[in-house]
């Protein structure tokens, strides 16, 4: 069963930074793409970046470029997201989820529950 | 940037009824398109892939259209399961890939 869990999430004041983790479990998971997607409150979903099953391709969306860094650990089953200069506009609940193949793109065919991040003083 | 408007904003229905949710696409995504479905508190779930094709385990009264620019998602008898908010995701030209503002299906 594929399983994908995420954290590191919380409360980080503005200019701050946070990483993100989320453990993949019951794929191979060097094999697939992965994507960080996030949703602010009460809004809709934003695909934030992406990374391809080698780690060698990475893509961001404008919004987080120069800010954000995406990478992932495959002898540990893990993708993360650096996110630093962090502001209001950030606050989001974040979900990692996984593509259908191994090159980035695509739609997303699984996902994990999610991490808050809020940034506030 | 591809931007992928979804119609109507909020669809009230009852049970048993018919739904038919847009998606249009401001160029062509081709047959480029999927399908999510959120419930409150839960993360979205694939519900169709490549415009019509659904995704593992997904009952089969549902049901994807479209190509180019339009596109249908359809639910032929609603479940009360059912009524949540659906989204459109684009991935034909990227980065980045787009998601729809989402369309929120209530109980009438």
């Known amino acids: 069963e594929v399983q994908l869990l995420d954290s590191g999430g919380g409360l980080v004041q503005p200019g701050g930074s946070l990483r993100l983790s989320c453990a993949a479990s019951?794929?191979?998971?060097?094999?697939?793409?992965m994507s960080w997607v996030r949703q602010a409150p009460g809004k809709g979903l934003e695909w934030v970046s992406g990374?391809?099953?080698?780690?060698?391709?990475?893509y961001y969306a404008d919004s987080v470029k120069g800010r954000f860094t995406i990478s992932r650990d495959n002898s540990k089953n893990t993708l993360y997201l650096q996110m630093n200069s962090l502001t209001a506009e950030d606050t989001a609940l974040y979900f990692c989820?996984?593509?259908?193949?191994?090159?980035?793109?695509?739609?997303?065919?699984?996902w994990g529950q999610g991490t808050l991040v809020t940034v506030s003083s | 940037e591809i931007v992928l408007t979804q119609s109507p904003a909020t669809l009230s229905l009852s049970p048993g009824e018919r739904a038919t949710l847009s998606c249009r696409a401001s160029?062509?995504?081709?047959?480029?398109l999927a399908w999510y479905q959120q419930r409150p508190g839960q993360a979205p779930r694939l519900l169709i892939y490549?415009?019509?094709n659904r995704a593992t385990g997904i009952p089969a009264r549902f049901s994807g259209s479209g190509s180019g620019t339009d596109f249908t998602l359809t639910v032929s008898s609603l479940e009360p399961e059912d009524f949540a908010v659906y989204y459109c995701?684009?991935?034909?030209?990227?980065?980045?890939?787009?998601f729809g503002q989402g369309t929120r299906l209530e109980i009438k």
């Open positions: 989820a996984k593509n259908p193949r191994a090159r980035s793109g695509g739609y997303f065919d699984y």
């Open positions: 019951g794929f191979t998971f060097s094999s697939y793409a």
């Open positions: 990374i391809s099953g080698s780690g060698g391709s990475t």
């Open positions: 160029q062509s995504v081709s047959s480029y």
């Open positions: 490549d415009a019509s």
């Open positions: 995701q684009q991935h034909s030209n990227w980065p980045p890939i787009t």
